[in-house]
Every structure is written in C-alpha cells, then in structure tokens.
C-alpha cells in the first residue's frame, strides 16, 4: 500500500539554524500538508499546497516558514531560524481527490 | 470562535467492552466529520468519515454517529481489545478549509 515517507525520522539543531524536513507525499496525490505536534498537545495545521502554490497557512506558518515542491516527487517544510518553541513532530500529509488524510510517520524536531 | 471539543481524560475499559468516545463542536456548519487513530510517537491514520446527511457509519467493529443538532459525533468501539488502545482524534474542515483535530481522547483497553 503506498505511504507517506518522511524524512529525517529526528533532527536536533541549534537555536538560529535553518532546518528542511523533507516528505515524499503518495504518488497521484495532488494535495499536500504540514502539520505540527508540540508534545501532548493537538495536532495543529500549518500549511495546505496545491498546483504548486500555498492554498491555506495557519498563523503558525509565519515568515520564517516556507515550503516547496523542488520535483515532482519531494515537498519540503523550512524553518529558517529556529527557536526553541518550534521543538515538535511535524507531519506531513497528502490527500487524492477524497477528503481523506494520509500522514507520514513524522520528523521529531529538538531545537537546543 | 470555532471550537472541537474531546474529553482530554483517558478513557479506561475494560476488554470485550464497547467503548464510546465523543466531539463535540462549536461554531461549525461542517459537511463531514472525520476520526483517526493516533498511536505514541506516530502520524494519526484515518479510520471513518461521516457526512452531514449519514446519521450513522459502520466499519468492522468501529461505529460514528453523527448529530448535526447537537453539533455532537459518537465513536463506538465494540468489544474493544488491548490493541484498540491509542489516541482518538475527531476532525472537522474549518471556515478556512482547513481539515482541524481536536485534542484527543486516550483509549486504554485493559485485558
């Protein structure tokens, strides 16, 4: 059954580092998400992407946020400087032409 | 504000037992509501979507109601296992269309 890869599975970074966190969505999925989960709290929305442009942000998802769809495989979530409070596991996820979800394993992300 | 509400308490039964989980929401007009499974440490897997117009949707041992009254979805689990343990997130598309999670509601089946 084809599933959402991420990438890396943990990444720990210094205050003020960018980092990329990397997904590889279902292959005919046409929708793509970032969510985020600050440990024992709700799974929240950060961003939806679609026919390559930015379709929702959250006020989560503020400047130093950015995603992209280098190839037509890879969908990448960048934090250019972060801060201890971006710490969480993000998700991310694709849907087909149904309402339904599908979420990678996620990336837990230590910011020390 | 738009709300969805889970009881944040773990829910504790005991195997064999039919457990029932609910959300309730504030401030929505949604055509579907949707639960999934979250497991420790791991992404939430679909599991049922329920439409405005269904009152009630069956999969396996899994039912959803649905009370666009009450503003209120039910999430049964008939006789429930150990492997049934794991956090319960309902999910609702907001004004903005994005697909919003309540917070979760702890299922532990004890043997």
């Known amino acids: 059954e084809p599933e959402v890869t991420q990438t890396p599975s943990h990444q720990v970074t210094q205050m003020g580092q960018e980092v990329i966190l990397r997904c590889v969505p279902i292959?005919?999925?046409?929708?793509f998400y970032w969510y985020r989960q600050i440990l024992g709290q709700k799974v929240e929305f950060l961003v939806s992407?679609?026919?390559?442009?930015?379709?929702?942000k959250s006020e989560i998802f503020d400047d130093q946020f950015s995603v992209e769809r280098p190839d037509g495989s890879n969908f990448t979530l960048k934090i250019r400087s972060t801060k201890l409070e971006d710490s969480a596991m993000y998700f991310c996820?694709?849907?087909?032409?149904?309402?339904?979800?599908?979420f990678g394993p996620g990336t837990r992300l230590l910011v020390l | 504000s738009q709300k969805i509400e889970q009881n944040s308490e773990a829910l504790n039964i005991q195997e064999g037992k039919t457990a029932t989980l609910t959300c309730n929401y504030t401030n929505y007009s949604p055509a579907y509501l949707q639960w999934y499974r979250q497991d420790p440490g791991r992404g939430p897997v679909f599991l049922l979507l329920i439409r405005e117009n269904e009152k009630e949707k069956r999969k396996e041992r899994l039912k959803v109601t649905f009370d666009t009254t009450l503003k209120q979805s039910l999430f049964h689990i008939t006789a429930s296992q150990p492997a049934d343990s794991a956090t319960y997130l309902c999910?609702?598309?907001?004004?903005?269309?994005?697909?919003?999670f309540g917070g979760g509601t702890r299922l532990m089946v004890k043997p």
């Open positions: 999910a609702l598309r907001d004004a903005g269309n994005m697909l919003t």
């Open positions: 292959s005919n999925h046409l929708y």
């Open positions: 992407f679609y026919n390559n442009e930015i379709s929702e």
């Open positions: 996820a694709s849907r087909g032409g149904l309402e339904t979800l599908y």
